[in-house]
């Protein structure tokens, strides 16, 4: 019966239908946040105690599937976010409102990254990428500070609501890196206020140009912000997708290579284990042969 459950629990009918039980289950999450339903009706609310029940069957055949060592379930992270999110959802005494409740069934959609292979390798190697992404980050803080402190410095004055202190210099930076209306800024900041102000947030500026700094400031910020740090990220992202890829590729070929050199049957196994024992015997024979002489 264990087996039986094990091999419906790993097959690929039953991921699929999993699968698509979770789509059901975004879909009936976003009906259930739109504005224009005023309240649940009751075929909404049988679907959603159905499909509540439905994820609950599937983690109970898993545990069962670990059967006599359920707790091997939770090995693996991937089933403990399932569990943490089926969870969420039968809490007792949670009224249909409930924020955890619906962070619950938010929830669900995500659990098709535990479904398909493709997104679990993808995710995989974004957390194995993190030491090094953390590294490009702090390259990328070090460059914002001290762009930070140069746009306080050179214009301040002219551009407070910009550049008025710190903190506004890496928000507006922020959108600069993100080239989002940063020729504008430039100019305001090249031609001075009083004569380029499109867009100043603040008032109280003191006209300041700085025609040679302004340029030389937002286009090397760019330059080395947007064309080679984000860049940088981009690579370490895809190096350690193509690494989790080529891992999981070795990891199948080494499956692969196992399932073929391993007896495929019980008739190869007891034959292979009548050959030895047909040698042991051949040389007892010769052994006894040898004693007698």
């Given at each position: 019966?264990?087996?039986?459950?094990?091999?419906?629990?790993?097959?690929?009918?039953?991921?699929?239908l999993?699968?698509?039980?979770?789509?059901?289950?975004?879909?009936a999450?976003?009906?259930?946040v739109?504005?224009a339903?005023?309240?649940?009706?009751?075929?909404?609310v049988?679907i959603r105690?159905?499909?509540?029940?439905?994820?609950?069957i599937?983690?109970g055949?898993?545990?069962?599937?670990?059967?006599?060592r359920?707790?091997?379930?939770?090995?693996?992270?991937?089933h403990?976010?399932?569990?943490?999110?089926?969870?969420?959802?039968?809490?007792?005494?949670?009224?249909?409102?409930?924020?955890?409740l619906?962070?619950?069934?938010?929830?669900?959609?995500?659990?098709m990254?535990?479904?398909?292979?493709?997104l679990?390798?993808?995710?995989?190697?974004?957390?194995?990428?993190?030491?090094?992404?953390?590294y490009?980050?702090l390259?990328?803080f070090?460059?914002?500070f001290?762009?930070?402190?140069?746009?306080v410095?050179?214009?301040?004055?002219?551009?407070?609501?910009?550049?008025?202190?710190?903190?506004?210099?890496?928000l507006?930076?922020?959108?600069?890196?993100?080239?989002?209306g940063?020729?504008?800024?430039?100019?305001?900041?090249?031609?001075?206020?009083?004569?380029?102000a499109?867009?100043?947030?603040?008032?109280?500026?003191?006209?300041?140009?700085?025609?040679l700094?302004?340029?030389?400031?937002?286009?090397?910020?760019?330059?080395?912000?947007?064309?080679?740090?984000?860049n940088?990220?981009v690579?370490?992202?895809?190096?350690?997708?193509?690494e989790?890829?080529?891992?999981n590729k070795l990891?199948?070929?080494?499956?692969?290579?196992?399932?073929q050199?391993?007896?495929?049957?019980?008739?190869e196994?007891?034959?292979?284990?009548?050959e030895?024992?047909?040698?042991?015997?051949?040389?007892?024979?010769?052994?006894?042969?040898?004693?007698?002489?």
């Amino acid at each position: 019966m264990i087996v039986r459950i094990k091999q419906l629990v790993e097959s690929k009918t039953f991921q699929y239908l999993v699968l698509i039980l979770i789509v059901i289950s975004s879909i009936a999450v976003a009906i259930e946040v739109d504005p224009a339903v005023d309240e649940l009706t009751p075929q909404l609310v049988r679907i959603r105690t159905l499909i509540t029940a439905l994820f609950v069957i599937e983690i109970g055949l898993k545990l069962l599937a670990h059967w006599p060592r359920p707790w091997r379930f939770f090995y693996d992270p991937w089933h403990i976010f399932d569990f943490v999110v089926v969870v969420l959802c039968v809490i007792p005494g949670m009224v249909a409102t409930a924020p955890v409740l619906r962070l619950g069934r938010m929830l669900r959609a995500l659990r098709m990254i535990t479904i398909l292979p493709e997104l679990r390798l993808i995710v995989s190697a974004l957390m194995n990428s993190l030491p090094r992404v953390s590294y490009v980050g702090l390259l990328l803080f070090l460059h914002f500070f001290v762009y930070s402190v140069l746009g306080v410095t050179l214009f301040g004055k002219n551009d407070p609501g910009h550049f008025g202190s710190l903190l506004r210099a890496a928000l507006t930076l922020f959108s600069v890196i993100t080239l989002e209306g940063w020729v504008e800024l430039m100019y305001t900041q090249m031609l001075g206020s009083a004569e380029h102000a499109s867009n100043l947030p603040m008032t109280g500026a003191l006209s300041h140009a700085e025609p040679l700094w302004a340029p030389l400031f937002f286009v090397t910020f760019i330059l080395l912000g947007t064309m080679i740090i984000m860049n940088l990220f981009v690579g370490v992202i895809v190096n350690g997708i193509q690494e989790a890829s080529d891992e999981n590729k070795l990891t199948l070929a080494d499956r692969e290579r196992a399932n073929q050199t391993a007896p495929n049957s019980s008739t190869e196994r007891l034959a292979s284990l009548e050959e030895k024992l047909s040698g042991i015997l051949d040389e007892v024979k010769e052994l006894r042969q040898s004693v007698n002489k």
